[in-house]
């Protein structure tokens, strides 16, 4: 099975499954995918977010932001 990525948003357990159109699976797509972006950009993430025993797909719109 291929690494997941997990990233605390909002005190929520999320797992980055995708940004715009690709599927991410593993930490290299999501550095390679953002690689290519700049500050500014907007993108669509999407994630499996745990819900008592399941997990729920979402997406959102965010603007990528300098990192600090």
């Known amino acids: ?16 499954v995708g940004i715009n159109n690709t599927v991410v699976n593993q930490f290299s797509d999501y550095f390679q995918i953002l690689t290519g972006m700049e500050a500014g950009n907007t ?5 499996m977010r ?3 025993d399941e997990y729920t797909k979402m997406e959102f719109d965010i603007v990528l932001e300098e990192a600090e």
């Open 1 to 16: 099975q291929l690494d997941k990525l997990y990233k605390k948003i909002d005190n929520y357990e999320d797992i980055i």
């Open 43 to 47: 993108v669509k993430l999407k994630i």
């Open 50 to 52: 745990p819900y008592q």
